[in-house]
């Protein structure tokens, strides 16, 4: 039964006080500044039956417990809230806090100076994140939402196939996987190069809250692809999202937003075969000075707003505010990834040989600490291996926190990893809902989260972001994701 939906917003910067470690690369680096703001933001739509707390950090993932902390503090202060309605996700910044870097924090040697560890930069962003959560509940007011799609090129396929196996001769390879006739961002200028393993995701999937005079207060942005322009950087930056927010504010005035990366695990902001023509527009049009990264920043923030605005002008004649809301949170069980006993012997050897690597030191701190946080990831991949090869032997699944929501005609669906594009199309192809957000990089309990989540297809290319050193399930587990998904989807429309 439709009801009259509340809603309400909450924001709150998690720039640490400190300088803090860096995560998103094989190497960790220590924040050097803050480029632009960081923020969690909160959106909560309540119809007094059901409700919804949308939360979106400038983060690379939500892990290290972080799902756990914010329902326990919430649950410690509020009995009202229904913290399993709390829906975590990041945008996938690479500039952004680590919060798992106890191991590296171990190598910090004093020239370093006052560095925030892990565990007191989750502390910090757990306190504003439940501020905020608590701010959209508290201010929730009459008010509608109104929905629609539209179109803007952000991400392209980073997974470059070729004619030959670039792999061949290479058994593994403890930073970046082994390679096939796939290569996540091979060189396209090769004679070999065949074209890109998936395509470009275009669409654009918005909705837009309004409150009871029909003002637009906010918007939630569902963007296949990950915000890692300035991946590279040693600045604190919510990369182009802090383009979109500031074009948002010009566009629309001072409302909220808030940012969804949809299915992406194959797919990044980079442009791989053209690049001269790229670097060339950028200066053109941005300055002579202008930086590739930011160049893209820019350019990418235009055609989101823009996207935003021809949606927002249509779909704005159709406001909702009463609605149906059935938010359903479950644990989906997923298949494990089987490594076979041959991968188990063999990262066996690869981990005693990742230990005894003796990183190359040139007496400058924070260069040698670099090199020592490489020799932490060579470790910790082939590490990963082996567990879940004993892990496999005790259980064959394991749980994944799930939401699936309704809100009317619309739909919106979690999953934790970082999501290959195909998986998202074909939920999105046979949903009852009108229209499906799928939001990757979701949190989910304990210390555990992200991961990719490949294809078929990609599996059998190889390539970095579709091995055993990245993935905890295969295509198996995204058959059973979309089928679940979809079951799930078509009680919550049936009923």
């Not at 179109?151 to 061949?168: C, E, K, M």
């Not at 999202?241 to 808030?258: C, M, N, Q, S, T």
């Not at 059998?460 to 089928?483: H, M, P, Q, R």
Request: hydrophobic content about 35%; proline content about 3%.
């Amino acid at each position: 039964m439709e009801q009259q939906i509340k809603i309400g917003w909450g924001t709150r910067s998690i720039v640490p006080p400190r300088p803090c470690f860096i995560g998103g690369q094989m190497y960790m680096r220590i924040s050097e500044g803050v480029m632009d703001p960081i923020t969690v933001t909160a959106l909560t739509i309540d119809n007094g039956k059901d409700c919804v707390i949308f939360v979106t950090m400038d983060m690379v993932v939500c892990r290290g417990g972080i799902l756990d902390f914010v329902r326990e503090k919430i649950s410690s202060m509020r009995s009202d809230i229904n913290v399993e309605k709390i829906v975590i996700s990041a945008t996938h910044s690479h500039t952004t806090p680590e919060l798992n870097s106890s191991k590296q924090e171990e190598l910090l040697p004093k020239e370093a100076g006052d560095i925030m560890g892990g565990n007191q930069v989750k502390a910090f962003i757990v306190d504003k994140t439940v501020e905020a959560i608590i701010e959209s509940y508290d201010t929730r007011a009459d008010g509608g939402f109104a929905y629609g799609y539209g179109f803007a090129t952000v991400g392209h396929s980073r997974r470059v196939v070729y004619s030959r196996d670039t792999g061949a001769g290479a058994v593994q390879d403890s930073l970046h996987s082994v390679n096939g006739y796939c290569m996540m961002y091979g060189n396209t200028n090769d004679e070999d190069f065949l074209g890109y393993e998936s395509g470009t995701e275009s669409f654009l999937n918005a909705m837009f809250t309004y409150d009871e005079s029909g003002k637009l207060t906010g918007i939630v942005a569902n963007v296949p692809c990950p915000s890692q322009c300035s991946e590279s950087r040693s600045v604190l930056s919510a990369d182009y999202w802090h383009e979109v927010r500031v074009a948002v504010k010009e566009k629309f005035g001072d409302i909220y937003v808030l940012p969804q990366c949809a299915a992406a695990g194959d797919i990044s902001p980079r442009l791989l075969h053209y690049n001269a023509a790229e670097a060339r527009r950028y200066k053109l049009k941005y300055g002579e000075d202008t930086e590739l990264d930011m160049g893209r920043r820019r350019d990418i923030a235009e055609r989101i707003v823009a996207g935003l605005a021809e949606i927002e002008s249509w779909a704005s004649a159709d406001i909702k505010t009463k609605t149906v809301i059935k938010h359903s949170t479950f644990d989906m069980q997923l298949s494990k990834i089987k490594i076979s006993e041959e991968q188990y012997q063999s990262a066996l050897v690869g981990l005693e040989e990742a230990k005894k690597v003796v990183p190359k030191q040139n007496g400058e701190w924070y260069n040698d600490f670099k090199k020592k946080t490489v020799k932490l990831s060579g470790i910790s991949r082939y590490a990963g291996i082996i567990n879940k090869y004993e892990s496999y032997q005790k259980e064959n699944t394991f749980p994944m926190e799930c939401h699936v929501i309704r809100l009317g005609d619309i739909a919106f669906t979690t999953n934790r990893f970082e999501l290959f594009m195909d998986y998202e199309q074909r939920i999105q192809a046979r949903s009852p809902a009108e229209q499906t957000f799928i939001v990757q990089l979701a949190a989910v309990p304990g210390m555990e989260g992200g991961g990719y989540l490949p294809t078929c297809k990609g599996q059998g290319n190889k390539g970095y972001s579709a091995s055993i050193f990245d993935c905890v399930t295969d295509a198996d587990g995204g058959e059973i994701l979309v089928e679940e998904t979809l079951k799930k989807l078509n009680e919550l429309f049936g009923e």
